[in-house]
Nanobody
Framework: QLQLVESGGGLVQPGGSLRLSCAAS????????IGWFRQAPGKEREGVLC????????YYLDSVKGRFTISRDNAKNTMYLQMNSLEPEDTGTYFC????????????????WGQGTQVTVSS
């Protein structure tokens, strides 16, 4: 069974950091393009960034450039989203999703989704 499981969310003060994890089972994560999306309360889900199977990444939100980075641990079949200098606007549920052919910021293009992990940035 193909599965993605996110973890690492929580409550953090503005300016703080969190590292989200996306663990894959049933398939080799390194062979897929993995996107991170987020959904703020009352808003549509939006693409944040994506890491290709090649290891390169694409950002879909200018607001996270320089603050969020993505990495992959192939041995653990897990991807990480390091979020630094968090802002209240980063609050939302964060999802990872897998897509085989290429990266996309369009959520409808992804085949497999995790259940999401909540990130709350507040003082």
């Amino acid at each position: 069974q193909l599965q993605l499981v996110e973890s690492g969310g929580g409550l953090v003060q503005p300016g703080g950091s969190l590292r989200l994890s996306c663990a894959a089972s049933g398939f080799t994560l390194a062979n897929y393009n993995i996107g991170w999306f987020r959904q703020a309360p009352g808003k549509e889900r939006e693409g944040v960034l994506c890491i290709r199977s090649s290891g390169s990444s694409t950002y879909y939100l200018d607001s996270v450039k320089g603050r969020f980075t993505i990495s992959r641990d192939n041995a653990k079949n897990t991807m990480y989203l390091q979020m630094n200098s968090l802002e209240p606007e980063d609050t939302g549920t964060y999802f990872c999703a897998a897509r085989y052919s290429f990266c996309s910021g369009d959520m409808s293009q992804y085949n497999f989704w995790g259940q999401g992990t909540q990130v709350t940035v507040s003082s």
